[in-house]
């Protein structure tokens, strides 16, 4: 849900800086889409009980909780400076979707970091 967010927010705002919100919609999708296709999987069964989608879903996890950490990390900044420069009403509109997104971005983080550790500990008893 808060990589949902993080997108329509980045989404809805105007880019002036391409690469760092590319990069920023790039992790909202994938790790969004993934995360979707594993619940998905998992509901239909398909993982009929093997260690291995253990092993695939901590994989999962991490890879996404770098990838929201680089992404927070990198929109923290775009907004900050974006913040400097905050001399025109427009701006400022831009300014807080992407406050906005930065909250969202690493609340995903710290999901996806709960959600690994409780992978791990699945992964070791199993």
């Known amino acids: 849900i808060f990589g949902g967010l ?3 927010l980045v989404a809805s ?10 990069w920023v919609m790039f992790v909202s999708v994938f790790c969004f889409v993934m ?3 594993l619940l998905c999987l998992y509901i239909c069964g398909a993982h009929g009980g093997s260690s ?3 092993t695939l879903d901590v994989i999962c996890q991490e890879t996404a909780a770098l990838f929201y950490l680089s992404a927070a990390v ?4 775009f907004t900050y400076v974006v913040g400097l420069s905050s001399s025109d009403p427009s701006i400022m509109t ?4 992407n406050i906005a997104a930065v909250v969202f971005a690493f609340l ?6 709960i959600h690994k550790v ?3 500990l699945r992964w070791k008893s199993s």
């Open 6 to 8: 993080v997108w329509i």
């Open 13 to 22: 705002s105007k880019v002036p800086i391409p690469i760092l919100q590319g």
């Open 35 to 37: 995360t979707t296709t």
């Open 52 to 54: 291995s989608w253990v």
């Open 74 to 77: 990198l929109e923290a900044y």
């Open 94 to 97: 831009i300014y807080q979707e």
């Open 108 to 113: 995903a983080t710290l999901m996806y970091v």
């Open 118 to 120: 409780y992978s791990l």
